[in-house]
């Protein structure tokens, strides 16, 4: 290691290579194995990533790409014999046009500080999630992010124009294209967004912007069942007036541990109800939101709903209305390392799904109570139990099971928008399609048939 580590730093610099104890410094984000590397390595330039790719295959070293380490399946695990490839010296705002709406970045830029960025000219990237100030461009399009908006515009792959990256051997992907109609042939970029680091490098993405409404508005709506949930978001998206940028679901249980969390009472916002769906519309002025939202809320009064409600009439009680859905933190502080799920269910099986998933779980331990909260907009549900982790292995499985065992049947997915990582590699194994896993092995086996890119996550290297 150490003749590697010398190899490496004659590539990178001294600014560019952390040993031991210098790797130990740093936070290692939301898996405690993260940095159980005892070597990382930055570059800050496409060429030195070739470079210091080149040299791992030579010497067959695993390589373990990291951005903000805020990856939520295991996907940046490292063992002590690894290396870190982190992108956190390559973090430049290359290019930012408002004329073409598309930024080009390199991959260890934040969401934040493109957001921001974009936010000058009045524009976003379209994409949101609550690791926003951690989570990079280069990991999200790795996890193929979803987030917030994407029931509206997609996930991270339909924001992604081009793309340049190094693949196993060191040789380079260059795509970096900033227009939206390229059919030069097979759009292999596609192959590194989702690959999780590992089919290659992500280190420069052409992002496309949009414009940023003038104002927005959140409501949040406390209501009987998932039912009520899923009918008032059908209305609201058929409302004309509203041009809907959130429909974020929490059922009680979530709900009222982060607010409790985070010193929200029940005089501030009424979370008696069963679900609570906060909306978030945007628009060029105020008042014709509000208008919508008060008119939304009128009707299900009318129906005889017992439903309770709050329009945000400030920046204050917007974020603490935010923060109710967005502090997940709080959960894994009650339960540290909870099993939790992320799937993807049709609108129409969500209330059938939620129900058998709940009289299953219970049947097969009825002291296992679950939190859940989503993405409502596009059916992507997060369920943690109320149990800290990891499960023994017999026990994962039997969960396993009971959260998976009808999502392919129903046209959904048993990994939304977190990945495999190391964490699902089981449930890969077993619930994938068999066609589509081994053109993922060949895909894989082509690509890095010395299996230097992130080994042990999503698939390996036969
Ligand atoms: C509070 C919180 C909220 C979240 N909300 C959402 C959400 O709403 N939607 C969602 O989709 N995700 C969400 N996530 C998960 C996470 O933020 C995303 O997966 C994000 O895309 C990871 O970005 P990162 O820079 O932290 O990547 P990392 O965690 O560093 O890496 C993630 C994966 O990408 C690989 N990788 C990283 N950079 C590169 C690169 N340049 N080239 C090749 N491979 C690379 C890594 O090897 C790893 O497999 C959330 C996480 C947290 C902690």
Redesign the pocket.
């Known amino acids: 290691m150490t003749d590697l580590a010398t190899r490496l730093e004659a590539v990178v610099g001294p600014k560019g290579l952390r040993r031991d104890a210098e790797v130990d410094l740093l936070d290692p984000?939301?898996?405690p194995e993260?940095l159980r590397a005892r070597l990382l390595v930055a570059p800050a330039s496409t060429e030195d990533v070739a470079e210091v790719v080149r040299i791992a295959a030579e010497v067959g070293a695993a390589l373990?790409?990291?951005?903000?380490?805020?990856?939520?399946?295991g996907?940046?695990r490292t063992c002590e014999d690894q290396i870190v490839?982190s992108?956190h010296r390559?973090d430049r705002i290359l290019r930012l046009d408002p004329n073409e709406r598309v930024a080009v970045v390199e991959?260890?830029v934040?969401?934040e500080a493109l957001q921001t960025a974009a936010a000058a000219y009045g524009l976003e990237p379209g994409i949101?999630?609550?690791?926003r100030g951690?989570?990079?461009?280069?990991?999200?399009?790795?996890?193929?992010?979803?987030?917030?908006l994407?029931f509206r515009n997609g996930?991270?792959r339909h924001r992604v124009l081009g793309l340049e990256?190094i693949l196993p051997d060191g040789s380079r992907l260059g795509d970096l294209t900033r227009i939206v109609k390229n059919n030069t042939g097979y759009d292999v970029k596609q192959l590194?967004i989702g690959?999780?680091?590992?089919l290659?490098?992500?280190?420069r993405i052409a992002v496309r912007l949009d414009p940023m409404p003038r104002t927005r508005v959140t409501a949040l709506f406390g209501l009987p069942s998932t039912a009520a949930a899923l009918d008032l978001l059908r209305q609201a998206l058929g409302d004309g007036r509203l041009d809907l940028r959130a429909a974020e679901v929490m059922w009680a249980d979530f709900a009222r541990a982060t607010a409790a969390a985070n010193g929200i009472s029940d005089s501030a916002i009424d979370l008696s109800h069963p679900v609570q769906l906060l909306l978030e519309a945007g628009g060029p002025a105020e008042a014709p939101l509000t208008e919508a939202f008060e008119d939304l809320y009128a009707a299900l009064i009318e129906e005889g709903l017992e439903i309770g409600g709050v329009i945000a009439h400030s920046e204050r009680q917007r974020d603490e209305i935010w923060r109710l859905r967005?502090?997940?933190?709080a959960i894994y502080r009650l339960y540290p390392a909870a099993p939790s799920y992320d799937v993807s269910i049709p609108a129409t099986e969500i209330d059938g799904w939620l129900a058998r998933f709940a009289a299953d779980l219970a049947a097969y331990d009825p002291t296992l109570g679950f939190f859940s909260f989503g993405?409502l907009g596009d059916g992507?549900l997060h369920v943690i139990l109320k149990r800290p982790g990891p499960l023994p292995e017999g026990e994962e499985t039997a969960i396993d099971d009971i959260v998976y065992g009808d999502i392919g049947r129903l046209g959904g997915a048993f990994s939304?928008?977190?990945?495999i990582?190391s964490k699902r590699r089981a449930a890969l194994a077993t619930h994938a399609d068999p066609g589509k896993l081994a053109l993922v092995r060949l895909l894989k086996a082509s690509l890095d048939p010395k299996g230097i890119?992130?080994p042990g996550?999503?698939v390996s290297t036969p």
């Open positions: 984000g939301w898996h993260n373990v790409p990291q951005g903000g380490r805020t990856g939520l399946v996907g940046t490839l992108t390559l991959a260890g934040t969401l949101d999630i609550a690791a951690s989570a990079t461009i280069g990991g999200m399009v790795s996890t193929n992010a979803g987030g917030i994407a996930v991270m990256a590194l690959a999780e680091g590992t290659g490098f992500v280190t967005e502090d997940t933190g993405h992507n939304a928008e977190h990945g990582g890119m992130n996550k999503v």
